[in-house]
């Protein structure tokens, strides 16, 4: 009887030592050696532009360099606000221990980061919502860049100026609203320049292609373009290359992927606004977990952005930040 007795008590010890390490659904794992691993929602606008892929590769940089999980999903267009909406609230429930989230809507984003702040912490990227609850908000200074754009339209077209047009990005999305007045801001300061089109391509390439098209066919004078985002860039270059007038008027646009380089080095293009998206996914990873283990971080982590131009393309930064090196490794 005492064998039977020390048996069933070695047992016992043996199930509670494998318990130890076990997964808490409402908290971060525990391992034996009692570190915590974190699990933390990336949450893009969309997945397909180079832009989030360069994002996520940096999110994951940051994740193997931390030690925690990142789990990684998007909408599947740039519009999709309730999709976006049922993506927060699906991570949520499988209990994921921080949120970093771009939100397509400015408005329409709100409750939903108001609420899942009360539960996780909460890191804004790329684009601002309309709540201060949040933990950080990493993202490039987009005024900024839209002014950038617009000093160089101004030097491109010269005193004489203009009819120029914009492939405006989606209504309501934070970031490029401000790229896109920094923008008007700047080439208002000559009178020459007339802006004589404002179309949103909704963050479609195809749309943006057509809106640019429309736009050409309606302003026969049209002597300048400007393209506040990657989806925006090629559809105004696609309708060019359309009527044959690629790198026959002048072209600012924002954002880069292998054709927009491309179109810079043939001088399609006549320069690009540049963000640092790799390095956005690893400060926002770095902010959530900062966050999680109770340490200092700062609200807002601006990132400065970075004109190219056919002056300045070739040299090692610009092509980095032009061609930046994803391996399969940093996108799973």
């Known amino acids: 009887m005492k064998r039977l007795v020390l048996v069933l008590g070695l047992l016992s010890l043996l199930a509670y030592g494998c318990n130890k390490g076990s997964t808490n659904s409402s908290g971060p794992t525990t391992s034996t050696s009692g570190s915590k691993h974190y699990s933390i929602a990336v949450i893009p606008k969309g997945t397909t532009h180079v832009f989030w892929q360069s994002v996520h590769a940096g999110?994951?940089?940051?994740?193997?360099?931390?030690?925690?999980?990142?789990?990684?999903?998007?909408?599947q267009g740039e519009a999709e606000r309730g999709q976006q909406i049922q993506i927060v609230n699906d991570l949520l429930t499988q209990g994921v221990d921080a949120v970093c989230l771009a939100p397509i809507d400015s408005n329409s984003l709100v409750d939903t980061i108001n609420n899942t702040a009360k539960q996780v912490p909460v890191v804004l990227f790329d684009s601002g919502a309309n709540t201060d609850q949040y933990t950080a908000f990493v993202a490039t200074d987009n005024r900024k860049g839209g002014q950038l754009a617009g000093q160089e339209m101004l030097r491109l077209l010269g005193d004489s100026g203009g009819e120029i047009a914009i492939v405006r990005v989606m209504a309501g999305s934070q970031s490029t609203t401000e790229r896109e007045e920094g923008f008007k801001e700047i080439v208002a300061k000559n009178p020459n320049i007339k802006i004589v089109s404002e179309q949103y391509g909704d963050s479609d390439k195809?749309?943006?292609?057509?809106?640019?098209?429309?736009?050409?066919?309606?302003?026969?004078?049209?002597?300048?373009?400007?393209?506040?985002?990657?989806?925006?860039t090629v559809g105004i270059l696609n309708a060019l290359r359309d009527v044959k007038k690629n790198g026959k008027m002048k072209f600012v646009g924002f954002d880069s992927s292998e054709d927009l380089a491309k179109a810079l080095d043939d001088g399609e293009i006549d320069a690009l606004v540049l963000q640092n998206p790799v390095l956005m996914g690893d400060k926002a990873v770095r902010a959530a977990v900062a966050k999680l283990k109770g340490e200092t971080v700062d609200k807002n982590q601006p990132i400065e952005p970075t004109l190219i131009t056919k002056a300045n393309k070739d040299q090692p930064a610009m092509q980095q930040?032009?061609?930046p090196n994803l391996s399969a490794e940093d996108l799973k």
């Open 321 to 323: 930040l032009l061609r």
């Open 206 to 232: 195809a749309k943006s292609q057509r809106v640019a098209g429309d736009i050409l066919a309606a302003h026969p004078n049209l002597v300048g373009f400007y393209g506040p985002n990657e989806s925006s």
């Open 59 to 75: 999110a994951n940089r940051a994740a193997k360099d931390l030690g925690v999980t990142i789990k990684w999903q998007g909408p």
